[in-house]
């Protein structure tokens, strides 16, 4: 999750790539990644629970394609990019 940021960071964590939700063989089978215990505490547990991630690109969108602000909806014509009227951010004018 660091290395997709552009930042290395000494992996302290080896994380289950799929949540096993307490299935002992998914446990013991499941695929593992190395983490460091920034993202497995924080990012990694947010994707597990949320289902996206909360990333944002230059521009302030959301980088998730799973996350809510890029659901179907009305569309700005302007940036090509899904509108969602209960974001934060602002369309510029």
């Not at 013991?28 to 949320?50: F, M, P, V």
Request: with cysteine.
């Amino acid at each position: 999750m660091c290395a997709a940021r552009g930042i290395t960071t000494p992996a302290t964590i080896a994380d289950h790539v799929v949540s096993h939700r307490g299935d002992w063989n998914a446990f013991i089978l499941g695929e593992l990644q190395s983490l460091c215990a920034s993202c497995h505490n924080s990012g990694k547990r947010l994707l597990d629970e949320r289902g996206y991630t909360n990333d944002i690109d230059d521009d302030g969108w959301p980088t998730d394609p799973r996350h809510p602000a890029k659901r179907s909806g009305p569309v700005d014509s302007t940036s090509s990019r899904l509108v969602n009227f209960a974001s934060p951010h602002r369309l510029a004018e």
